[in-house]
């Protein structure tokens, strides 16, 4: 917001100038306190904002040695990003052949480890929850390749 007023006195904003709003409905508002409290009173206003959530994009990869072997614990690593601040929350990575596993995002990035059971070629996939500032989002496919 940026208020203006046509005697001398000081704004207060709330949130705070410089806050992002997260995303659902919000209440913006401002108190006028002017310097002269004896001809002038103390104001305030309110608006009220809707902020939509934002985009988000996800990205797996695998980052254990190529190829995998069965029983081996295979490290999928994720990132989740979107404008502003970096995406918090869950992933899961999901494998075609029924393995999942959960990771916490920290700064928009994270891991989770996966053992596979059978040798083949699952394609594995990871999905974002999203979170007050961002929808969610899934990644494209990659194939991990799982030997004796």
Same mark, same amino acid.
């Given at each position: ?11 207060? *904003? ?25 001809? *002038? ?24 040695? *190529? ?60 999905? *974002? ?20």
């Amino acid at each position: 917001m940026d208020a203006t007023a046509s005697v001398s006195g000081s704004f207060v *904003y709330s949130p705070p100038a410089g806050t992002v709003p997260p995303g659902g409905t919000d209440t913006l508002s401002v108190t006028f306190t002017p310097t002269d409290t004896s001809d *002038y009173a103390t104001a305030t206003d309110s608006v009220t904002l809707t902020v939509n959530k934002a985009t988000s994009t996800t990205v797996i990869s695998s980052v254990n040695p *190529y190829p995998a072997h069965i029983g081996q614990q295979v490290t999928v690593g994720f990132s989740v990003s979107g404008p502003g601040v970096p995406p918090t929350g869950t992933v899961t990575v999901t494998a075609s052949t029924g393995q999942t596993c959960n990771g916490i995002l920290s700064a928009g990035a994270g891991s989770c480890m996966v053992t596979f059971t059978a040798t083949g070629s699952p394609k594995l996939t990871a999905s *974002y929850s999203g979170d007050g500032n961002f929808n969610s989002s899934k990644s494209a496919t990659i194939t991990e390749v799982v030997e004796q």
